[in-house]
């Protein structure tokens, strides 16, 4: 088996090492998603999808969208999907995926203005250095009358399963992606930084923040993740 230097990007997410943390992970990136999360990656996907509603002939952004996991769920709308990251071994992983891919960064994104009937990131925005500032690129290149989903980790909403929860980040985890992860490390990350991301109602503030109308917000699995949406106006 190949193996991967072990490197794990610092709370203040400078892109460049939240880029070769990525790189170091993508080999087995998809295979230790659904093992840490117990499979409910793929519901999460769904629930992401069904909460953009993409149509055949629409053009959607996939933000953040790594091996590209993420867009091949949304392209099972018909719509045509692009997948944008800018981590090269994350999206070298996904080659074989039959989506387009582009190489960028969130916080100065290679697309027009006005470009996308809808955006969307998923466990991507955490990783952003500065989120408000992406989320300002995710409005500029949405159409007016555009979509956003963010699909994030967040703030579990029963006491007692958010203690057990925060246990389970802090604990068990590592030792999990130890024993599945081409970067382990890269797993301590993961859990700060869930642990230092906004609850669901200081993120929809940021996404209000940064120009984007009809804020709401949807749980998933009792808030281990949340859907935040808004919509650009026209
Ligand atoms: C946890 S992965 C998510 C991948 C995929 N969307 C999914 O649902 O599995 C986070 C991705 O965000 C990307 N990323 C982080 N900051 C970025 C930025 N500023 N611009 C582009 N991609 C970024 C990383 O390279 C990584 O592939």
Known sequence: ???????????????????SMFDGVARRYDLTNTVISAGQDRYWR?????????RPGERVLDLAAGTGVSTVELGKSGAWCVAAD??????????????PMVAGDAMALPFADNSFDAV???FGLRNVADIDLGLREMLRVAKPGGRLVVCEF?????????????EYLMKALPRVAQAVSSNPDAYVYLAESIRAWPNQRQLARHIADAGWSNVKWRNL?????????????G
């Open 46 to 54: 769904w629930a992401t999808r069904q909460a953009i509603d993409p």
């Open 221 to 233: 699995t009792a808030g281990v993740v949340a859907l935040h949406r808004g919509c650009k106006l």
């Open 86 to 99: 800018f981590s090269q071994g994350m999206l070298a992983a996904g080659r074989s995926r039959r989506v």
């Open 1 to 19: 088996m190949a193996k991967t230097e072990s490197v794990r990007a610092s709370l203040d997410k400078q892109p460049h090492e939240v880029a």
């Open 154 to 166: 967040s703030t579990p909403v029963v006491p007692v399963f958010r203690t057990i929860y925060l």
């Open 120 to 122: 969307t990131i998923s």
